[in-house]
Every structure is written in structure tokens, then in C-alpha cells.
């Protein structure tokens, strides 16, 4: 990147250059913003140690050189390592709460936040929602918002990951939620024996091993083993679907992203009467099921596992 540090002097003048650079290196959005500018702005307002939302007429304010310096190393690793924002800033938004990410853990940028907003309305009743299981919670953020969103409930949070259990302990810490929010180290559900719930979430991993071929670099920087999920992208749900009754309450609901990979569950399991949800702000591939329909249906779901896969 060529030294510009004279020419370049305000605030303004970074955002407009680095959003400009992004386009020319052809980089991929989707990991907290969907373009350039905010990308730029995000990165020159984490050097300045200053928020979004920063009165108008400090666009213009010049820059010394050391913050200068400091911008142009961010806007460097953004484009040669093709680093998302939030690993570079250390921070993640989602459901307009800041949560701490690393690598070891996904960039949240789920649907389940709309849903989250709504208190889970109408799919459950916060009434008769007192515990909660964030199943493959990775940075914790949506066992945590809805812990937020629904004071009254006792939320546990698992992975298998250490890593991202740590990751997700300090954002319990940031929310001080440490008497309603648990974190729990589970392969799926082996670590939960005997706990049962009101409302089961999960994001697990559901991207097929072709589509993990086809993803932009940015993603090579998340953890392979919170995406990828076997030859159809299935692997983490068949086994939740298997075992999510015997943690479900009676009247309990399980709701689960799955992204692009709801046509494999579809032709998979096309007996099993999914719920999909829809979204009013983008977002898809998230299914619902009752304890109820998981019961009735618990003899095709292990049958559809059993069988040999196209």
C-alpha cells in the first residue's frame, strides 16, 4: 500500500480512500457489513478509539500521523489477508448488542436475531419460557441477547470448542449474566444428560463440504470446524433432530438454522412437517419443530439417518 499518509488528512479522507481500495481488491462483505464504506469506517473508527454515531462536523478533523499509521496496517490486513472487520476490531454486533469475537469462534450474523427482537413471539410464550438451551453457542451472542430479551429465564450456552467457551464466558462477563447464563462444554447433547428445556436454539455448523469449497476467502478465517458439517452439511442436525426430544419440555419448542442446506433436510427428512420461519429483514433456512412433532416423528427421523445417502 503506498505511503499517502500526506495527502490523506481527515477522518473523512481514510473512509472515502480505504472504501475505495476494498472495491479495488474485490473483497467480500457479509461479516458484520454488506459494503465497502462501512467496512472503512468501521476499521478508522476502532483506531480512533471512537464510536458510531460521532457528531458530523468530526468527519473533517485531521489526523496525526501515528493514527494515520495505524489505520493504513488495518486497511493492509483487510485486504492481503482478506481478515473480516470484527476479528481486526475484536468486537461483533447482533441483535444491536456488542459482543467480543476471535477466531475461534463465528462472526454472528444469524437471522436469529429478528426473532430474538420479538422475544420469540409467536412461536413461544415468555410466560412459559423459563429455561433455555443455546445449543453450539460458539460467541454465546444469541444464548446471551435472549437471556436479555427474556430476563425471567435461566439459559445454558454448550459447544464442544474450549476455545469458544472462553470466548463466550467473557461476553457472559461483559453482560454480567452470570447467574442466569451458563456455559456448558457439550458434544451436541452428551454433555446435557438429564437437562430438558422450554426452548431449544441452535446455529450449528450446516455448510456442505462442496459449499465449504465455493466460500469466500474471508471465511477461511473462521473455525472450519463451526461450518462445515459432512457431505450434505447435515451432520450436526441429524443429531439434534435425533436427540433434542428427550431435552425438550412438554410443549417445548426446537428452532435451528441450517442455511442453505434446507433442500438436503427437506429431501431428507420429507415426512417431518417443518415449521420454516420468514424473516421481515433478510434471512432463511431456519426451521421450527414441537416436542410434540418430534415424538411423532422420531421413528422417520432415525429411519432417515439409517438410510443410505444419494
Known amino acids: 500500500m503506498p505511503e499517502i499518509t500526506d495527502d490523506l488528512k481527515t477522518l473523512l479522507d481514510f473512509v472515502r480512500w480505504g472504501a475505495s481500495r476494498f472495491n479495488e481488491a474485490g473483497l467480500h462483505?457479509?461479516?458484520?457489513?454488506?459494503?465497502?464504506?462501512?467496512?472503512?469506517?468501521?476499521?478508522?473508527?476502532?483506531a480512533l478509539h471512537m464510536e458510531h454515531g460521532f457528531p458530523e462536523e468530526m468527519q473533517h478533523a485531521r489526523l496525526t500521523l501515528e493514527e494515520k499509521q495505524k489505520i493504513l496496517k488495518l486497511f493492509q490486513r483487510r485486504i492481503d489477508d482478506r481478515t473480516p472487520v470484527p476479528y481486526l476490531t475484536g468486537q461483533a454486533?447482533?441483535?444491536?448488542?456488542?459482543?467480543?469475537?476471535?477466531?475461534?469462534?463465528?462472526?454472528?450474523?444469524?437471522?436469529?436475531?429478528?426473532?430474538?427482537?420479538?422475544?420469540?413471539?409467536?412461536?413461544?410464550d415468555p410466560k412459559m419460557t423459563h429455561r433455555i438451551l443455546d445449543?453450539?453457542?460458539g460467541s454465546g451472542c444469541i444464548g446471551i441477547a435472549t437471556a436479555l430479551a427474556l430476563p425471567d429465564a435461566e439459559v445454558d450456552i454448550s459447544d464442544i470448542s474450549d476455545e469458544a467457551l472462553a470466548v463466550?464466558?467473557?461476553?457472559?462477563?461483559?453482560?454480567?449474566?452470570?447467574?442466569?447464563?451458563?456455559?456448558?462444554?457439550?458434544d451436541v447433547f452428551d454433555g446435557l444428560q438429564g437437562q430438558t428445556y422450554d426452548l431449544i436454539v441452535s446455529n450449528p455448523p450446516y455448510v456442505s463440504r462442496?459449499?465449504?469449497?465455493?466460500?469466500?476467502?474471508?471465511f477461511s478465517h473462521e473455525p472450519e470446524m463451526?461450518?462445515?458439517?459432512g457431505d450434505d452439511g447435515l451432520?450436526?442436525?441429524?443429531?439434534?433432530?435425533?436427540?433434542?426430544?428427550?431435552?425438550?419440555?412438554?410443549?417445548?419448542?426446537?428452532?435451528?438454522?441450517?442455511?442453505?442446506?434446507?433442500?438436503?433436510?427437506?429431501?431428507?427428512?420429507?415426512?417431518?412437517?417443518?415449521?420454516?420461519?420468514?424473516?421481515?429483514?433478510?434471512g432463511d433456512g431456519v426451521f421450527l419443530l414441537t416436542r410434540e412433532q418430534l415424538d411423532e416423528y422420531q421413528d422417520v427421523i432415525n429411519q432417515a439417518v439409517a438410510a443410505p445417502q444419494d
Not at 453482560?175 to 462444554?185: D, G, Q, W
Request: with cysteine.
Open 29 to 46: 462483505y457479509g461479516h458484520g457489513t454488506d459494503n465497502a464504506t462501512d467496512d472503512a469506517l468501521t476499521l478508522v473508527l476502532h
Open 226 to 229: 463451526a461450518l462445515e458439517a
Open 93 to 124: 454486533w447482533f441483535a444491536g448488542l456488542p459482543f467480543y469475537v476471535n477466531e475461534h469462534v463465528l462472526i454472528p450474523r444469524s437471522p436469529f436475531a429478528e426473532l430474538i427482537e420479538h422475544g420469540y413471539a409467536p412461536w413461544c
Open 210 to 218: 462442496y459449499e465449504m469449497t465455493t466460500l469466500p476467502d474471508e
Open 168 to 186: 463466550a464466558g467473557e461476553n457472559i462477563q461483559r453482560f454480567e449474566l452470570e447467574e442466569t447464563v451458563h456455559a456448558i462444554k457439550s
Open 135 to 137: 445449543l453450539c453457542t
Open 235 to 282: 451432520d450436526i442436525v441429524q443429531r439434534i433432530l435425533q436427540q433434542a426430544a428427550a431435552h425438550l419440555n412438554e410443549h417445548g419448542v426446537l428452532i435451528v438454522e441450517v442455511g442453505n442446506s434446507d433442500v438436503s433436510l427437506v429431501n431428507r427428512y420429507h415426512e417431518v412437517p417443518f415449521t420454516w420461519i420468514e424473516f421481515e429483514h433478510g
